[in-house]
């Protein structure tokens, strides 16, 4: 008789977790009906949509010069900066122009480097312009360690 009451409680603890596991596929099945059906209804709602817009200037104001600056790309006014305007920036930032201070000879590596890697066009006689403009306003910084110590009058630490 014993086993008969233990074989009842399997038997029920069978039928306990085979209800679950179906409980469980049927609200997977639900959710992935209403996900098919409707892949948003799990987003939030947006009760106001703030769009921003890039404020184009004037055409007044698109080469304005204030205080020796060109402001739209922040480039310094000189000869050859329009040139330099018009061939760097459709590219890339005039920030990446000035960050990277060079002097003519890695300019010009890297004007062949753009053109060989990246399609920049054949600049013909403007190469030169932009290179004197990048090398006289942005010449190259002296970077790393300082210089070597020398005339140094040495002693000894004394305990």
Request: charged share 25%; hydrophobic share 40%.
């Amino acid at each position: 008789m014993q086993e008969h009451a233990k074989f009842k409680q399997q038997v029920k603890a069978i039928y306990r977790l085979m209800a679950g596991l179906f409980g469980l596929f049927i609200v997977a099945a639900i959710g992935i009906l209403l996900l098919v059906s409707n892949p948003d209804w799990t987003r939030k709602k947006a009760t106001e949509v703030e769009s921003e817009y890039v404020a184009i200037p004037e055409v007044d104001d698109f080469d304005k010069i204030e205080n020796g600056i060109h402001v739209r790309t922040g480039l310094i006014e000189a000869d050859g900066l329009m040139t330099v305007v018009n061939n760097c920036t459709n590219c890339h930032s005039a920030k990446l122009v000035t960050q990277n201070r060079m002097n003519a000879e890695r300019w010009i590596a890297t004007i062949k480097w753009m053109q060989e890697t990246q399609n920049l066009w054949d600049l013909g006689k403007n190469e030169e312009i932009i290179v004197n403009y990048l090398v006289t306003n942005y010449p190259a910084k002296k970077k790393g360690r300082r210089e070597v110590l020398s005339n140094i009058e040495w002693y000894d630490l004394e305990d």
